[in-house]
């Protein structure tokens, strides 16, 4: 009630709706991510060793798919891009319930995948359209907590049909976002981002290079590669958890269900309070606050699998994403001219697709060869991303001080001056 009026009337009617389809992305994510891999190795039998190539194979349609169609809400509009691929989204998950065999499977993942690809990039490039640049960081703030909101029922849902059977989370995680798809149909209006576009630079700037500006503006491309490196390093957590506390006898499929609801729960109840704490703050207090705080977590599971180093390590991980998540969208948008700001938010989100390709599968083949060494190998690798990018969102944030801000017509670096 801080962060917001008293009532919900007159804020912006785009930004709400695009509050509500983080939730539904954080349900589905919440029902897939704790039992896919509990899923794949008890009743899909495959090797876990292989486990992670399969989440690669997702976060592989989203990294094909990216430079292709990431920038594509710059272009036909933010409404579209919104609904398709909510519902692309929803209908693969629901695919993965009826499809059999590795290859299939890995096909399914890889399209649904591409459609995901544009979905986050495009609610964040919606929401930066209709609010105030000042106001950026509250909103991405909310947006976690929208996200959040929806990973607690999601697990919560997932606990209780993995009772039933682990692949009818995808059948709930599905129909959440198809659910999304068609509120947005219904209720979203166009929030005019394609019209900003300018024809000129449009038609000089086709191509690869302008679908993903990381190719081609060195200031994001520095700040993505510390965040590629530090999301890779912390997404252990929450990829390995889920068979290290199954092998150890710690908890049951339900229990890791709750596990990380509890966890998207204290995001819920606390996000906001911390994003209040972060304004007076530098990037690279906040981005060592949260290496700490992981580090601290990989040594508890260092130390134990017990049910209390799993509750503290999961909690210590989400304070760390606390601190951090708001900080990164914020500082892409100050770089994005305001006609490209939907394909900066695609190149951003390119990191994290790698992420979710390469955490997993890395962290469940370091598994694989000992069960402790993800947890001990991610010490030295969260320290030095962490110091890495403090000093790169810092940069971000602050153009004025770097060489390459010379400031184009309505770009966000004018703005921010």
């Known amino acids: 009630m801080t962060i917001f009026p008293l009532s919900w009337r007159g804020l912006p009617r785009p930004a709400l709706l695009g509050l509500f389809l983080f939730f539904c992305a954080g349900f589905a994510d919440g029902a897939l991510v704790p039992f896919f891999p509990l899923w794949a190795s008890s009743e899909a039998n495959i090797p876990i060793g292989a486990i992670g190539l399969l989440f690669a194979c997702y976060a592989g349609g989203e990294l094909i798919a990216a430079p292709l169609i990431g920038g594509i809400a710059d272009r036909i509009g933010r409404r579209p891009v919104l609904i398709l691929s909510s519902l692309g989204v929803g209908c693969g998950f629901i695919a993965l319930f009826f499809v059999h065999g590795v290859a299939a499977i890995a096909a399914v993942l890889l399209l649904t995948g591409m459609c995901e690809s544009v979905l986050h990039p495009t609610i964040l490039t919606a929401i930066a359209d209709v609010t105030e640049p000042s106001a950026h960081p509250r909103w991405f703030g909310m947006a976690r907590v929208s996200s959040s909101a929806g990973q607690i029922l999601g697990p919560a849902c997932g606990a209780l049909l993995a009772l039933v059977s682990l692949s009818s989370v995808f059948l709930a995680g599905g129909g959440m976002l198809i659910l999304g798809g068609i509120v947005m149909f219904v209720a979203f209006a166009e929030t005019g981002g394609h019209a900003a576009v300018d024809t000129d630079e449009t038609e000089d700037e086709e191509g690869l290079s302008a679908l993903l500006p990381a190719f081609r503006d060195g200031r994001l491309a520095r700040l ?132 979710d390709s390469l955490g997993p599968s890395i962290g469940t083949a370091v598994y694989a060869l000992a069960p402790r060494l993800p947890w001990v190998a991610g010490i030295p690798l969260m320290a030095i991303a962490a110091l890495g990018l403090g000093a790169a969102i810092g940069r971000a944030r602050n153009p004025v001080d770097t060489v390459e801000d010379e400031a184009m017509p309505g770009s966000a670096v004018e703005n921010y001056r």
């Open 224 to 355: 993505l590669v510390w965040v590629v490196l530090f999301e890779i390093s912390g997404n252990w957590i929450e990829a390995v958890i889920p068979l290290y506390a199954q092998d150890a006898g710690t908890l049951s499929p339900s229990g890791v269900g709750t596990l990380f609801a509890y966890a998207a729960a204290l995001t819920v109840g606390l996000q906001m309070l911390v994003s209040r704490f972060a304004e007076t703050r530098s990037a690279l207090w906040l981005t060592i606050g949260a290496g700490i705080s992981t580090m601290a977590a990989f040594a508890l599971l260092v130390a134990s699998p017990a049910m209390i180093s799993l509750v503290a390590a999961v909690s210590l991980c989400a304070m760390a994403q606390m601190l951090v998540g708001p900080l990164v969208p914020t500082a892409v948008n100050v770089l994005a001219p305001v006609s490209r700001r939907a394909s900066y938010m695609a190149a951003s989100s390119v990191a994290v697709d790698l992420k």
